[in-house]
Nanobody, 121 residues
């Protein structure tokens, strides 16, 4: 069982930056692939980024070059650094855990409660 708690969301102007954190419980954090997803009002949840147990990462095209995912296995934490934010990045951001790398939300076993990110124009 893995429990995930996100933090770091907020209101920011377009062009600004935010760093999201996701703290995980349990001693098996390092064995999980960690992902970030987001869901805007009226839209389906979409993949943002994922990082493997060894640090390899993959991104959605819409955030490549602007967002960076990282993890600190010693702290049981995964991060999402978001730069050059746009109004269309506004959404609830969720972190999630899965055993095998996937960009599909259905594949993920554990989810946090989400943190709101709002980007004003």
């Amino acid at each position: 069982q893995v429990q995930l708690v996100e933090s770091g969301g907020g209101l920011v102007q377009a062009g600004g930056s935010l760093r999201l954190s996701c703290a995980a419980s349990g001693r098996t954090f390092s064995s999980y692939v960690m992902g970030w997803f987001r869901q805007a009002p009226g839209k389906e949840r979409e993949f943002v980024a994922a990082i493997s147990r060894y640090g390899g990462s993959t991104y959605a095209e819409s955030v490549k070059g602007r967002f960076t995912i990282s993890r600190d296995n010693a702290k049981n934490t995964v991060y999402l650094q978001m730069n050059s934010l746009k109004p269309e990045d506004t959404a609830v951001y969720y972190c999630a855990a899965v055993r095998t790398l996937s960009t599909t939300s259905r594949a993920y076993d554990y989810w946090g409660q989400g943190t709101q990110v709002t980007v004003s124009s």
